[in-house]
């Protein structure tokens, strides 16, 4: 899916206090292209990101998601946007640690009405593609870094979203183990999806296609 965010303002409101985030960003990121964001920290770009993720609205300006102002769209219908194309990947996993792998996949299905069948089908079929099929019942504290990233790819690339955004995915991960994961994603974007990467690991960024700087909510190069 192609990405057009055009002049967009983040302004954060707390008490009579309103911080400026994000400043005039104007970034397109075409249907299938494999982006690294950088930049220092505070400088934006997870509010940028939670933007791209229809997570969040921008203050001023417009985002265009293959060609599809979602300005006009309510709540609801950006959730379903969210759902139906976007899966995300964090830093820290956000695993639940009482569930197994194969639990963890399974749950955001169970939760959009998947039949358990179905949901536990997929999950499988997803676990095995991130070469985790050794580790299906095993717990997050059973599991090396690596693969508790591999199952939080699995959980996000299981209802085959067509824009994957990961914050940081290699930041709690070794160099090795940064380098695997990765790979992962170099993979998952030679198979068409969009892939767009917020990293400090300037070794990270340099294997993307491009790399976009953020600085004081401003990009500075591209
Ligand atoms: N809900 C909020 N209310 C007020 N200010 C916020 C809110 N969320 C973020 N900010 C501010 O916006 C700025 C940018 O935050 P953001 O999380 O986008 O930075 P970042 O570039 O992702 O940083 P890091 O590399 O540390 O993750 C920060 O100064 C932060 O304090
Ligand atoms: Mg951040």
């Not at 102002?69 to 309510?74: F, P, S, V």
């Not at 995915?169 to 070794?174: F, I, K």
């Given at each position: 899916m192609s990405i057009e965010i055009k002049n967009v303002f983040k302004t954060y409101k707390n008490g009579d206090e309103y911080t400026e985030?994000?400043?005039n960003i104007s970034l397109t990121i075409g249907d299938g292209e494999m982006v690294a964001i950088t930049g220092p920290s505070g400088s934006g770009k997870s509010t940028l990101m939670n933007i791209i993720g229809c997570l969040d609205r921008p203050t001023k300006g417009s985002y265009l998601l293959e060609g599809q102002?979602?300005?006009?769209?309510?709540d609801k219908k950006l959730a379903a946007i969210r759902n139906e194309h976007i899966g995300f990947v964090f830093q820290s996993f956000?695993?639940?640690?009482?569930?197994?792998a194969l639990e963890n996949v399974e749950l955001p299905m169970l939760y959009a009405n998947t039949s358990p069948g179905v949901a536990r089908k997929k999950a499988r079929e997803a676990l095995i593609t991130l070469g985790l099929e050794q580790r299906i019942k095993y717990k997050p504290n059973q599991l090396s870094g690596g693969q508790k990233q591999r199952v939080a790819i699995a959980r996000a690339i299981v209802n085959t979203p067509s824009v994957i955004l990961a914050d940081e995915?290699?930041?709690?991960?070794?160099s090795k183990t940064g380098k695997e994961v990765l790979e992962v994603f170099k993979t998952l974007n030679k198979s068409g999806k969009t892939v767009i990467i917020v990293t400090h690991d300037p070794a990270i960024a340099s294997e993307t296609n491009r790399a976009v700087k953020i600085k004081d909510g401003v990009i500075e190069e591209v």
């Open positions: 985030v994000l400043t102002d979602t300005g006009g769209l309510n956000n695993l639940l640690p009482q569930y197994t995915p290699t930041g709690s991960l070794d």
